[in-house]
C-alpha cells in the first residue's frame, strides 16, 4: 500500500486585514448605506483603501501612519469634494441674495478698498522660538462634516485664538454657519477656490466681520448652530446675541513656499491661517508627521483651509508644523496633523497666510 502524503501551503494574511472588514467598520462607525448598490460600491472603495493603509503602514520609511477611520469608504475624488470643496475658477461673485448687507455687490469691491488689503510685517523685537505650541489657544475642534465649508472653521478659528490671547478667560466658538450664510454667494459648498487667488476669501470673511457683520460682531456656535449647508437664516442674525471680535486689521500674503518668513509669522501671530493641498493623505491620516512627497509644492495647488497653532521636532522624524484642523477631533492625532517643515513646502504649506489683529 502506497502512502501518498500531500504538501498543503497555507498564506496567513496579517491580522489587520483579517480584522478589518467592511462590516466591522461600518458597525464601528454607525453608518448604513441606503441600498446595496451604494453598498458594494462602498465595499470595493473600502477594500482598495484598505490595502492602500497596510501597505503604506508597513514601509518603515514612512513618518506618518494611516489608518481606516470614518472616511475609509470614500474615493479620493469624493472626499475632495465634500471636505475640502469643489474646484471652480474664481469669478466676480454676488452677495448672498439673503445677506442684507449686499450694498458690496463684488469680491472685487470689497478687495479693491485700500482699508481691506494689508501686507503681513513682522516685529523683529519679538523672538522665534525653536519650538513652539499655541494649542492652549484653541477652542475644541469641530467637525464640518459633509460640506466643503473649511474656509469658514479657519477664518472663525483664527479670530477665536487670537480673542483668547487677548483675554485667557474667552471660550466661545463663532459660528461657522454665520459665514456661510451671511457672506459671499456661492461660497458655502466651495473650499477649493477660496485660496487660489492671492487675496483670498479668508480675507475677504474677516473683512465682511469687520465691516458689514454687525460692526465687529459675530455670533456663537451656541446661538448660530452650524447646518452643513447654506440656509437663509442670515437675517435672523440681527435678533441674536453676538460677540464683539474687535478686528482693526486683516493682513493675507502670499508666501511663496518660505517656511522661515512662516515660522516667524506663527511666532508673531499664534495662529495663522494656511491653505494646503490634501489630497494624498489627509483622508486617512492616523498619527506622525505627514510628509507627502507627491504633492506639488510650487503653491499652484491647494485645495482645503486650515490654521497652524505651532511647530517642533519630533526625535524621530524631524520637523512639523501643527495644524488644527476641522474634520473633528475623531481624526488625526485629535482633530490635528503634523505636517513636515523645512521639507520643502511640504502639501503647499507655505503659500497662501491670513491672519488678524485685534
Keep these: 500500500m ?20 467592511f462590516d466591522h467598520w461600518k458597525i464601528n462607525n454607525n453608518i448604513l448605506f441606503k441600498n446595496f448598490t451604494l453598498d458594494s460600491i462602498k465595499r470595493e472603495i473600502f477594500e482598495a483603501n484598505k490595502i492602500k493603509v497596510f501597505a503604506h503602514n508597513e514601509n518603515i520609511l514612512n513618518t506618518f501612519k494611516l489608518q481606516l477611520n470614518k472616511f475609509a469608504a470614500h474615493s479620493v475624488e469624493e472626499f475632495i469634494l465634500e471636505r475640502c470643496g469643489a474646484k471652480r475658477k474664481l469669478a466676480t461673485t454676488n452677495f448672498n441674495p439673503f445677506n442684507f448687507f449686499s450694498m458690496l455687490k463684488t469680491v472685487r469691491t470689497i478687495r479693491g478698498t485700500e482699508k481691506s488689503r494689508k501686507s503681513f510685517s513682522l516685529d523683529s523685537s519679538k523672538s522665534t522660538p525653536a519650538t513652539l505650541n499655541n494649542t492652549r489657544y484653541t477652542l475644541p475642534i469641530l467637525d464640518q462634516g459633509q460640506c466643503g465649508s473649511c474656509w469658514a472653521f479657519a477664518s472663525m478659528s483664527v479670530i477665536e485664538s487670537k480673542l483668547m490671547i487677548k483675554d485667557n ?5 463663532l459660528s461657522p454657519q454665520y459665514l456661510m450664510d451671511c457672506d459671499i454667494k456661492d461660497m458655502a459648498l466651495d473650499g477649493q477656490q477660496l485660496l487660489l487667488v492671492k487675496w483670498g476669501y479668508l480675507q475677504t470673511n474677516a473683512l465682511f466681520l469687520k465691516y458689514l457683520g454687525g460692526g465687529n460682531n459675530a455670533p456663537s456656535v451656541q446661538s448660530y ?40 509669522l506663527v511666532a508673531n501671530e499664534g495662529s495663522v491661517g494656511v491653505a494646503v493641498d490634501a489630497t494624498h493623505y489627509f483622508q486617512l491620516y492616523s498619527s506622525g508627521v505627514l510628509d507627502d512627497k507627491t504633492a506639488d509644492n510650487t503653491c499652484t495647488s491647494v485645495n482645503h483651509a486650515v490654521v497652524l497653532v505651532g511647530y517642533g521636532t519630533d526625535s524621530l522624524y524631524g520637523d512639523y508644523w501643527l495644524v488644527k484642523n476641522s474634520w473633528g477631533a475623531d481624526w488625526g492625532e485629535n482633530g490635528m496633523v503634523r505636517v ?16 488678524v489683529h485685534l
Design 2 to 21: 502506497k502512502i501518498i502524503l500531500i504538501s498543503l501551503t497555507f498564506f496567513v494574511l496579517p491580522s489587520q486585514l483579517l480584522t478589518d472588514t
Design 169 to 173: 478667560s474667552y471660550n466661545t466658538s
Design 225 to 264: 448652530p452650524y447646518k452643513a449647508a447654506q440656509t437663509p437664516a442670515c437675517l435672523s442674525s440681527l435678533f441674536m446675541p453676538t460677540i464683539s471680535l474687535g478686528i482693526t486689521d486683516v493682513i493675507e500674503n502670499d508666501l511663496n513656499g518660505n517656511e522661515t518668513a512662516l515660522q516667524a
Design 340 to 355: 513636515a517643515r523645512n521639507k520643502n513646502n511640504s502639501i503647499n504649506i507655505a503659500c497662501f497666510i491670513y491672519y
